[in-house]
């Protein structure tokens, strides 16, 4: 299990924007979706991903900010 630390590390990692703002937004317009397991806590609620909703949210970025350029051109 990762938390969203873990997901913006992976952004970094494949040359996408990784601030946890841009996360949020990619959350609040569907490109990715929120984590799907939720841990309660003292302090809060823990949001964790898998290994394979990481992946697919990186794959769903990726394609998003490839149509918007391609968009861009024509």
Do not use: V
């Not at 317009?29 to 991903?49: A, D, E, Q, V």
Request: proline share 3%.
């Amino acid at each position: 299990m990762f938390t969203k630390r873990h997901l913006l590390k992976e952004l970094k990692r494949a040359g996408l924007p990784f601030t946890y703002a841009t996360l949020l937004e990619y959350e609040r317009k569907g490109i990715i979706s929120k984590p799907s397991t939720l841990i309660k806590s003292k302090n809060g609620k823990w949001r964790l991903y898998t290994q394979e909703e990481i992946t697919e949210n990186i794959r769903l970025i990726k394609d998003y900010r490839k149509n918007l350029t391609d968009s861009k051109k024509t």
